[in-house]
Nanobody
Framework: QVQLVESGGGLVQAGGSLRLSCTTSGSIISINVMRWYRQAPGKQRDLVADITSGGVIDYADSVKGRFTISRDNAKNTVYLQMNSLKPEDTAVYYC?????????????WGQGTQVTVSS
């Protein structure tokens, strides 16, 4: 079994910061790209940021300069440091990891963590 568990969400005022974590556990050979998505009520799930095993990073335009994605390969964990938060950042944040156990790689999702930014 593979599990992705997010943590670090909560309620914060506009301009504040939060740090999300997503830890992967289970029988894993390797983890390729790790991604953060978010989904606001009534909206589609959007990609926020991703990072490859080699450290190549990309961000959605809406979070560039405010959010920082990083990973600790030894801990199978990806982080999302969110600064200068805005009310429009309010959403459930999900991590997704492309994981190889045996044979081909597959995508696995976490259960999500709520981030609420008050104005």
């Amino acid at each position: 079994q593979v599990q992705l568990v997010e943590s670090g969400g909560g309620l914060v005022q506009a301009g504040g910061s939060l740090r999300l974590s997503c830890t992967t556990s289970g029988s894993i050979i390797s983890i390729n790209v790790m991604r953060w998505y978010r989904q606001a009520p009534g909206k589609q799930r959007d990609l926020v940021a991703d990072i490859t095993s080699g450290g190549v990073i990309d961000y959605a335009d809406s979070v560039k300069g405010r959010f920082t994605i990083s990973r600790d390969n030894a801990k199978n964990t990806v982080y999302l440091q969110m600064n200068s938060l805005k009310p429009e950042d309010t959403a459930v944040y999900y991590c997704k990891a492309r994981i190889r156990r045996t044979g081909p790689s597959y995508d696995y999702w976490g259960q999500g963590t709520q981030v609420t930014v008050s104005s």
